[in-house]
């Protein structure tokens, strides 16, 4: 049935990673969500990681970007070429996504018409067919959950743009709550803090470090310092300042309250059957944001719930992606028909 396809690819389109899994050699690409353009002629200067080495370090005629905002695309046009830089990056060629398949992620909880959009944007590029799956369901069959039985399980996915949570049950969504904040918010907040507290300037990369090597969620873990560098704000200097990680965790003790609000609303939302199998089978918690130090501890303190963290949450999404591609062997369906009412469960099938 597939011979039709010349490659059959998961994309895992994230707003601060892109992830490509590629069937019969696993997870091809993965690079940063970021293009960078030169104003003056319109050009594509770099994508991924050589254009996120370029933050805070380009000229006033090259703009960078995340073509991605909340996890949803918002720039068509740049989100596209970025796909065609990563494709040709894979394949060693300046083809597309031609005879191609392609099961694309998408936040639970956006509208058929993005989803449809999103699909169209694909195929009008040149592949076959897009199918938009949403990055919950993805993210469980990556991190190896059995969605097929008529048991509950809830999923936290801890994007670069959004957090996702997802109650799953023979391989749908039943409920979900989604919150538009993520790793990038806190690195935003890490720079504000910065700003206020030492008057201090930093960058984007230089937050991320920050949350990286001493971000914390608990406050039971050990000190932890970090000399970083910036901009003072009163002389307009370069300056170095010392952070420890009781700091950080100020800072993103806030995001974590929003965290767990969304767990809270979301068990709120399914019926009781369903919480009490989370609460046998506990919380999976997937995305860049898991590997936050202490942050399965602290939400099996708010929730009281057992929490796992996926053996890959950075690629689970992109795997998960990879198991679906031959599902619709049996009822593959053109992008112009209508979408099928059992499309939601055929990763049960």
């Known amino acids: 049935m597939f011979k039709q396809f010349d490659k059959l690819y998961g994309i895992d389109l994230g707003t601060s990673n892109t992830v490509i899994f590629e069937k019969g050699k696993g997870i091809v690409l993965n690079e940063p969500s970021v293009v960078a353009f030169n104003l003056q002629t319109g050009e594509l200067l770099a994508a991924g990681t050589e254009a996120q080495a370029m933050i805070g370090r380009a000229p006033a005629h090259v703009e960078i970007t995340y073509p991605l905002i909340n996890g949803v695309i918002a720039n068509f046009d740049k989100t596209s070429i970025m796909l065609k830089y990563f494709i040709k990056k894979i394949q060693g060629r300046s083809s597309f996504l031609r005879s191609s398949q392609i099961y694309i992620t998408v936040p639970c909880g956006i509208t ?107 406050t039971s873990t050990e000190e932890r310092t970090l000399d970083i560098r910036g901009r003072d704000l009163v002389d307009g200097l370069p300056r170095s300042i010392r952070l420890v ?50 942050i399965d501890e602290r939400i099996r303190a708010e929730t009281g719930v057992a929490v796992h963290i996926a053996d890959q949450p950075l690629i689970c999404t992109a795997l998960g992606t990879g198991q679906m591609l031959g599902v619709y062997k049996s009822k593959s369906r053109p992008l112009t028909h209508e979408r099928e009412p059992e499309e939601k469960i055929a990763v049960s099938q």
């Open 112 to 218: 058929n018409v993005q989803k449809r959009a999103i699909e169209e944007t694909i195929v009008h590029k040149g592949a076959k067919k897009a199918i938009a799956v949403e990055e919950p369901l993805a993210a469980a069959l990556g991190a190896g959950l059995m969605l097929e039985e008529p048991i509950g399980h809830l999923v936290l996915d801890i994007g670069g743009g959004t957090c996702q949570v997802a109650v799953l049950s023979l391989g749908g969504i039943v409920a979900s709550h989604t919150i538009n904040q993520g790793g990038l918010s806190i690195d935003r907040d890490i720079m504000d803090y910065v700003k206020r507290q030492y008057n201090l300037e930093i960058g984007e990369r230089t937050a991320e470090q920050i949350k990286m090597e001493i971000g914390t969620a608990s």
């Open 245 to 294: 990680s009781s700091e950080i965790y100020t800072v993103v003790n806030e995001f974590l309250g929003s965290l767990i609000e969304a767990i809270r609303a979301t068990l709120e939302l399914c019926p009781p059957e369903l919480a009490g199998d989370v609460m046998e089978q506990g919380i999976l918690l997937c995305g860049g944001g898991a590997l936050l130090e202490g």
